[in-house]
């Protein structure tokens, strides 16, 4: 059974930091990319991050490069995004997801998601 688990959300002032944690379990972790995604309220889900099965490639959405790094850690199944210098319009689920042996900016490419963890950033 595939089961993505997302922690580490909270509120933090604007200018503030937060590390994302998605611990995985049920599947060749080290086979697949994986993604991290988000979803502010009244918008659809948008991706943040992605990053290769073995970690060497990373893609980001223009609004967080130079600000998130998505990594992970393939003995332990898990998946990180650490977030710097966050601003209010970085308020939203988020949500970690599996995604195919290649890295792809596609979501429908992405197959089992967790169920999200929020995110606020005040002003």
């Known amino acids: 059974q595939v089961k993505l688990v997302e922690s580490g959300g909270g509120s933090v002032q604007a200018g503030g930091s937060l590390r994302l944690s998605c611990a995985t379990s049920?599947?060749?972790?080290?086979?697949?990319?994986m993604g991290w995604f988000r979803q502010a309220p009244g918008k659809e889900r948008e991706g943040v991050a992605v990053?290769?099965?073995?970690?060497?490639?990373?893609m980001y959405a223009d609004s967080v490069k130079g600000r998130f790094t998505i990594s992970r850690d393939n003995p332990k199944n898990t998946l990180y995004l650490q977030m710097n210098t966050l601003a209010p319009e970085d308020t939203g689920v988020y949500y970690c997801?599996?995604?195919?042996?290649?890295?792809?900016?596609?979501?429908?490419?992405?197959?089992?998601w967790g169920q999200g963890t929020q995110v606020t950033v005040a002003s």
């Open positions: 049920g599947f060749l972790y080290g086979y697949y990319s």
């Open positions: 990053i290769s099965p073995n970690g060497r490639d990373t």
């Open positions: 997801a599996r995604g195919p042996p290649s890295t792809v900016w596609n979501f429908n490419a992405f197959d089992y």
